[in-house]
T-cell receptor, first 116, second 111 residues
Framework: ETGVTQTPRHLVMGMTNKKSLKCEQHLGHNAMYWYKQSAKKPLELMFVYSLEERVENNSVPSRFSPECPNSSHLFLHLHTLQPEDSALYLC???????????????FGPGTRLLVL | LAKTTQPISMDSYEGQEVNITCSHNNIATNDYITWYQQFPSQGPRFIIQGYKTKVTNEVASLFIPADRKSSTLSLPRVSLSDTAVYYCLVGPMDSSYKLIFGSGTRLLVRP
């Protein structure tokens, strides 16, 4: 138990569906992240939020839309996905970003997404 | 951001000490070295972090030579539950969230 929870743990969706992934951290952290981990590929950083403001968007297609309503919750809204978007989507949090030392990131268990 | 190179896979047996070496030849002065562990279908978990010399915690030790161009993660007396992928990351202090995960080292511990 890392203090970061994700729901759902598994999701199957069609290419025309709209769904949302939810992440919640119980650590009092100020920064939250979305990562994508495809089969046999390294983790890819998608989005970074600090104090509810987006600070990084790594050229992610617009069919992925993040939302951070407060520092404890992070959502990833999905629409018109492609089969190649099937992957493990991981949420993480850290106390802050760039505080003068390398922040430890705490990861959730991930959502395994399958796009048909 | 410094690029890292580590072995794709390693095999070991229960009770042995395992050393995983990571090369980071272009490490910058303000870069820290961090290791994460990932079990299948789970998120990575922080193991240890260091800047120079040796760092030890309850899980592992991290050895960093004076030139800092490599680092070695040492796992004492591994068990079956240590079977996982181990990632070496190098990142700057001022943009500490920009962790670049490589392919990692897949460690298999056999009985």
């Amino acid at each position: 138990e890392t203090g970061v929870t994700q729901t759902p743990r598994h999701l199957v969706m069609g290419m025309t569906n709209k769904k949302s992934l939810k992440c919640e951290q119980h650590l009092g952290h100020n920064a939250m992240y979305w990562y994508k981990q495809s089969a046999k590929k390294p983790l890819e950083l998608m989005f970074v939020y600090s104090l509810e403001e987006r600070v990084e968007n790594n050229s992610v297609p617009s069919r992925f839309s993040p939302e951070c309503p407060n520092s404890s919750h992070l959502f990833l809204h999905l629409h018109t996905l492609q089969p190649e978007d099937s992957a493990l989507y991981l949420c993480a949090s850290s106390q802050d970003i760039g505080s003068g030392y390398q922040e430890t990131q705490y990861f959730g268990p991930g959502t395994r997404l399958l796009v048909l | 951001l410094a690029k890292t190179t580590q072995p794709i896979s390693m095999d070991s047996y229960e009770g042995q000490e395992v050393n995983i070496t990571c090369s980071h030849n272009n490490i910058a002065t303000n870069d820290y070295i961090t290791w994460y562990q990932q079990f299948p279908s789970q998120g990575p978990r922080f193991i240890i972090q260091g800047y120079k010399t040796k760092v030890t915690n309850e899980v592992a030790s991290l050895f960093i030579p004076a030139d800092r161009k490599s680092s070695t993660l040492s796992l004492p007396r591994v068990s079956l539950s240590d079977t996982a992928v181990y990632y070496c990351l190098v990142g700057p202090m001022d943009s500490s969230y920009k962790l670049i995960f490589g392919s990692g080292t897949r460690l298999l511990v056999r009985p």
